[in-house]
């Protein structure tokens, strides 16, 4: 029999936390132990402080994390960016982002005041508890790494996406126009399409003749550049020999050796509102039809980026009534597997 608060927010609860330890532990990393579990594919920062804002009364681990982050990488992060993806999350999430917010400032970050709330209450995290100078050694850290080299904004997230998308499909060069890539990066069209129209100009993105114009990245080339080659070469300078020569594993396939892209933006909103379901005594305890009504409006509302991410979206019109408790609960089925496999 479905039940909401066990098959769907419970696994919700602990699938976003699972994700959320997984990435704080690469992110915080100096250098994972041999045998460790990697964080393979780019970390998103704003999607990953939001989602963590809103499980982590239920994993305190999580407000350590936070409390290291807002004083030692808020500075690669964007308050446009955070603004926009948080009108996706639960409204109580704002007052958790206040306290963040306010971490930051205090470390010295001026643009997070706008998000500040005095009346927003400290956590009860241990500080220090991550390395005192940031070091972005794993590959999932690229977007930060870009931002660090090009400053926090379009330019550094479109190069992101097309650097990773270009590497999960195992493609020399993936194309995608500007409306993709600020769906994608979830800026605005105009500021995105200026961004990779000045990218363009200085030649670090290639522009096609196409209408509209797709553009694009050499992901090989990139992977040189930014030196991230394979397993082999972590513990050393990758692409270098033990004598400066560079070694033929680094692109060799085309930049799959460079971390891979997922929609971490959108799934992780997801989860958040999967979780808030549990927030709501009285849809948890309402009628099946009704726990099923409220699942298609949180279906609807998610349909294109469960489809950006391959995940099967099943018509609500084949599956009427209290009938679609269960189809929503396939398609989370799939959202979790998603989200384990593609970490």
Not at 135 to 150: D, G, I, K, N
Not at 179 to 190: G, H, N, R, Y
Not at 197 to 203: I, S, W
């Amino acid at each position: 029999m479905f039940a909401l608060k066990v098959d769907i927010v419970s696994r919700a609860m602990a699938c976003a936390i699972e994700i959320c330890w997984r990435q704080w532990r690469s992110l915080a990393a100096t250098g994972l132990p041999i045998g460790e579990s990697r964080v393979a594919s780019i970390l998103d920062p704003e999607a990953l402080v939001l989602l963590s804002l809103t499980v982590r009364h239920h994993e305190r681990r999580l407000d350590d994390q936070l409390l290291w982050w807002a004083a030692s990488g808020s500075s690669l992060m964007s308050v446009q960016r955070m603004r926009t993806l948080l009108s996706e999350y639960p409204v109580r999430v704002a007052k958790e982002l206040a306290w963040f917010a306010a971490m930051a400032v205090e470390a010295g970050d001026v643009r997070w005041r706008v998000l500040v709330d005095r009346k927003a209450k400290s956590p009860a995290g241990r500080p220090g508890k991550g390395p005192q100078e940031l070091q972005l050694l794993e590959p999932s850290t690229l977007m930060l790494r870009l931002r660090a080299a090009f400053g926090v904004g379009a330019k550094a997230d479109l190069l992101t996406f097309l650097l990773g998308t270009g590497s999960a499909r195992s493609e020399h060069q993936a194309w995608a126009s500007a409306e993709v890539l600020a769906k994608a990066i979830t800026f605005s069209l105009a500021s995105t399409r200026r961004a990779v129209r000045d990218m363009a100009l200085a030649r670090l993105v290639a522009a096609s003749v196409d209408r509209p114009t797709l553009y694009s990245v050499n992901a090989a080339a990139w992977a040189q550049v930014l030196q991230i080659g394979s397993a082999a070469n972590l513990g050393r300078l990758p692409g270098v020999g033990e004598k400066g020569v560079a070694e033929k594993g680094v692109g060799a396939k085309g930049g799959a050796d460079l971390p891979p892209w997922r929609f971490w933006a959108q799934m992780f909103a997801f989860l958040a509102a999967c979780v808030e379901l549990g927030d709501d005594a009285r849809i948890v305890t309402a009628p099946l039809v009704v726990q099923a009504s409220r699942l298609r409006a949180l279906a609807e509302r998610f349909r294109r980026p469960l489809g950006w991410n391959r995940i099967e979206w099943l018509d609500p019109r084949l599956f009427p009534g209290e009938r679609y408790a269960g189809a929503f609960q396939r398609v989370f089925d799939q959202v979790v597997t998603w989200v384990g496999e593609k970490a």
